[in-house]
């Protein structure tokens, strides 16, 4: 069964940094792009970059370019999202997601329960 | 940019009732299309890829039509499970999705 597990719920102040994580299995983690989608409280979904953990190729939305920092460690089956420097607009739901790649189809096949990310002072 | 609109922003409907959705892009998509649900407090579910091959699981009252910039989603006869919130979204141009069509019990 093909799983992806994120890391639980933060809450940051201003200015701090924070890594979020993502822990696939059942399927060769390796061998698929993760996406990192947002959500915003009462909002819709926005893809915020991919990466393939076989390598660790990554692409980057260009609303999210140098925002934040998308890794992968294909050892343990971990991708992560991480900010250096958060701000209260980051507060959100983040969602990890497996890119489903057929053909020229992409979509995302299997995701992660979220992870809520709370920015305040 | 390619933008997905959707409408109804919000559709309200009985169970047992027809469901349609649509979800229309600013120029052609080809047939790159997924749909998804979202029901409060939980992730979206795939239900529908590339315009009409039904996910994985995904119950046959689900299908989907339409290419080039126009797009269905339908809902033959609504279950209690159905009413959620669905979004539309393309490869075309960076994984957009659309605004999303809320469906609720009338």
């Known amino acids: 069964e093909v799983q992806l597990v994120q890391s639980g719920a933060e809450v940051k102040k201003p200015g701090e940094s924070l890594k979020i994580s993502c822990k696939g299995s059942?399927?060769?983690?390796?061998?698929?792009?993760i996406a990192w989608v947002r959500q915003m409280p009462g909002k819709g979904l926005e893809c915020m970059g991919i990466?393939?953990?076989?390598?660790?190729?990554?692409r980057y939305s260009p609303s999210f370019q140098g925002q934040v920092t998308m890794s992968a460690d294909k050892s343990v089956s971990t991708a992560s999202l991480q900010w250096s420097s958060l701000q209260a607009s980051d507060s959100a739901m983040y969602y990890c997601?497996?890119?489903?790649?057929?053909?020229?189809?992409?979509?995302?096949?299997?995701w992660g329960q979220g992870t809520l990310v709370t920015v305040s002072s | 940019e390619i933008v997905l609109t959707q409408s109804p922003a919000t559709l309200s409907l009985s169970p047992g009732e027809r469901a349609t959705l649509s979800c229309r892009a600013s120029?052609?998509?080809?047939?790159?299309l997924a749909w998804y649900q979202q029901k409060p407090g939980q992730a979206p579910r795939l239900l529908i890829y590339d315009t009409s091959n039904r996910a994985t699981g995904i119950p046959a009252r689900f299908s989907g039509s339409g290419s080039g910039t126009d797009f269905t989603l339908t809902l033959s006869s609504l279950e209690p499970e159905d009413f959620a919130v669905y979004y539309c979204?393309?490869?075309?141009?960076?994984?957009?999705f659309g605004g999303g069509t809320k469906v609720e019990i009338k």
């Open positions: 120029q052609s998509i080809s047939s790159y």
């Open positions: 979204q393309q490869r075309s141009n960076w994984f957009a």
């Open positions: 990466i393939y953990p076989g390598d660790s190729d990554t």
């Open positions: 997601a497996r890119l489903l790649w057929i053909g020229d189809g992409r979509s995302f096949d299997y």
């Open positions: 059942g399927y060769r983690f390796s061998s698929s792009w």
